[in-house]
């Protein structure tokens, strides 16, 4: 079912409409999950726990089976900390990703996101590989608030750009540095040398507060599939899912972070500037769930 006119919500209120507790509840519940890409074994595995709850309180009320299921849910999202590390001055978060997962739209909402909290913002584009990018990351910085510290020359060394961007950050007092970084996965170990000179580079000069890579939620496990690389090499803190229809897709969540044993730290769930939020197990599992 299309995604525009399926969700989470929707399909569990007719779960807990019921008068009481039977097995094609638990049937209903099973299909739910799994079509919110919560994937076939953390499905059964929130399946098994809820009928061991539901027998330890002897209840029939579907009432009681939402309330539980937001509880075991959040307990699940909460396994993971999921605090953006950002106290060093400057603090500098690399990003990290494929290309087309929407790494550079993500930057400009993630300088949006800081500034709300009254935080100066530079980005680093040290995606000095496509051209476009620099262009279409210094519109996306702009809408965000931010500086942006560009290459000088085409073609020049990421890492160079990277150094200029937190010698920027450090001349005028600006409190977080976002460096982009290239995409291309066609050459895994260049582009993982890449990113280990930018990092050797700016740890000269201040340490890394965050990794951060970009995944795309509508890919599902292929997107983790495709990230390995980065999740091997790049030193990953922590995953921003973008393209995500909280309701619909919420699963890939839990999914990614058991996947990964990363967790998740920012979610886009819209196209607007303003559309990138922190991630909050307890928020998060009633929004599924109510």
Do not use: C
């Not at 999950?33 to 709850?53: H, M, S």
């Not at 950050?169 to 600006?174: E, H, Q, S, Y």
């Not at 280990?196 to 000269?204: A, D, L």
């Amino acid at each position: 079912m299309a995604e525009s006119t399926w969700s989470l919500g929707r399909a569990l209120r007719g779960v807990f409409v019921k008068p009481t507790i039977d097995e094609t509840t638990w049937e209903d519940l099973e299909t739910a999950l799994i079509t919110a890409d919560f994937g076939p074994d953390i499905t059964e595995r929130i399946v098994d726990e809820l009928r061991a709850k539901v027998d330890r309180y002897r209840t029939t009320d579907p009432r009681d089976l939402q309330r539980m299921l937001k509880e075991t849910l959040e307990e699940h999202f909460a396994k993971f900390d999921t605090t953006l590390r950002l106290t060093e001055r400057p603090a500098v978060v690399l990003v990290v990703g494929v290309n087309g997962v929407g790494k550079t739209t993500t930057i400009g909402k993630f300088a949006k996101f800081l500034q709300r909290y009254g935080r100066s913002v530079v980005v680093g584009a040290a995606d000095t590989f496509r051209a476009a990018a620099v262009d279409q990351l210094a519109t996306w910085a702009e809408r965000g608030g931010a500086a942006i510290v560009r290459p000088q020359h085409e073609g020049q060394d990421p890492a160079s750009v990277a150094f200029q961007t937190i010698e920027y950050a450090k001349r005028t007092g600006t409190e977080i540095v976002l460096v982009d970084t290239a995409g291309r996965l066609h050459t895994k170990g260049g582009l993982m040398d890449e990113l280990g000179k930018i990092r050797r580079v700016i740890e000269k000069q201040a340490p890394i507060s965050e990794v951060l890579l970009v995944l795309d939620a509508t890919t599902g496990q292929n997107g983790v599939m495709q990230a390995q690389a980065f999740l091997e090499h790049a030193g990953v803190t922590g995953l921003v899912l973008t393209k995500l229809d909280g309701s619909a897709k919420g699963g890939f969540v839990l999914a990614v972070q058991e996947r990964t044993g990363i967790p998740v730290k920012l979610l886009g769930q819209g196209e607007g500037i303003g559309d990138l939020t922190g991630f909050t197990p307890h928020v998060f599992a009633a929004s599924l769930v109510e």
